[in-house]
Structures are given as structure tokens and as C-alpha cells.
């Protein structure tokens, strides 16, 4: 079971009024690309109004949570902590 997750990437298009997307990339060394995914997150205060919902698109931003699910997003990270990054 995974129980620690740490992602850097942008924060994206809010999912709904508590989730949001955050996009990442992993890299394929045979094909040197990078492939972008997205994750559904949800801040561990489960308010509507929390940091990760108020940062714009496109911050960047490294996230340490775990995986969990429910029926209407399926799986998700749950953010316990979010660093943002100015540059």
C-alpha cells in the first residue's frame, strides 16, 4: 500500500468546488520525452476556500499526501502539505 506521495508540478483547472487537477510529467529514457498526466488532489481541510484552491493555474507547487478514492473523482492525492514556488 502507498501511503506517501511527493509530486512537483502545476496546479490546474479546479475539478469542483473542494478538487483539483495538478499536471506532472514522468519520463520515458527510451524515447527521451516526457509524458504529462494530471491527478485529481483535495486539500486535507476539505474546505472550499483553502491555499491549493486559491493559488492560479500554473503555480508551481510540490505536494506530500496519500492516495485515497471515492465513487465521483475515484483516486486522489489528499494534500497534507504544499510548498509553492516563486520565480
Avoid at 512537483?8 to 475539478?15: F, M, N, R
Avoid at 486539500?43 to 505536494?63: D, K
Avoid at 485515497?68 to 497534507?80: D, P, Q, R
Amino acid at each position: 500500500m502507498i501511503s506517501d506521495v511527493v509530486i512537483i508540478g502545476t496546479l490546474e483547472d479546479k475539478i469542483n468546488s473542494k478538487y483539483r487537477y495538478i499536471k506532472a510529467y514522468s519520463s520515458d529514457s527510451m524515447k527521451e520525452e516526457e509524458i504529462p498526466f494530471m491527478i485529481p488532489l483535495l486539500f486535507w481541510t476539505r474546505s472550499n476556500n483553502n491555499i491549493m484552491l486559491n493559488r492560479p493555474n500554473g503555480s508551481l507547487v510540490a505536494i506530500r499526501g496519500r492516495i485515497e478514492s471515492n465513487e465521483e473523482i475515484g483516486l486522489y492525492i489528499l494534500v497534507e502539505t504544499m510548498n509553492s514556488f516563486v520565480g
